[in-house]
């Protein structure tokens, strides 16, 4: 079992950035899928970005590409989220999740671990 914890969400204005982060307990650089999913109030929560758990792939939601990155650095069992360019509708709560499936999946049921989020709120 692994624990996550996010950090680095807040309040900024409109086309500025953000750096979250999520420290988990164990190794994962090679043992989880790592990914980031948001939720809106009175939303489902969607996907926004993944990290393979080999080779270090990476998938975007449509709506954060060429905005968001996401990243891993195994040293620290870390993986963070760099938002750029932030716009009022990327306002949400944001977790991370590992999965201990061999592929990347943009399903909330796919994966097995939740951080307990960190809310990121972008005024216009």
């Known amino acids: 079992q692994v624990q996550l914890v996010e950090s680095g969400g807040g309040l900024v204005q409109a086309g500025g950035s953000l750096r979250l982060s999520c420290a988990a307990s164990?190794?994962?650089?090679?043992?989880?899928?790592m990914a980031w999913f948001r939720q809106a109030p009175e939303k489902e929560r969607e996907f926004v970005a993944a990290?393979?758990?080999?080779?270090?792939?990476?998938t975007y939601a449509d709506s954060v590409k060429g905005r968001f990155t996401i990243s891993r650095e195994s040293a620290k069992n870390t993986i963070y989220l760099q938002m750029n360019s932030l716009k009022p509708e990327d306002t949400a709560v944001y977790y991370c999740?590992?999965?201990?499936?061999?592929?990347?999946?943009?399903?909330?049921?796919?994966?097995?671990?939740w951080g307990q989020g960190t809310q990121v709120t972008v005024s216009s």
């Open positions: 999740a590992a999965s201990v499936r061999f592929s990347i999946s943009r399903g909330v049921d796919q994966y097995d671990y």
């Open positions: 164990a190794r994962t650089s090679t043992a989880y899928v």
């Open positions: 990290v393979s758990r080999i080779g270090g792939s990476t």
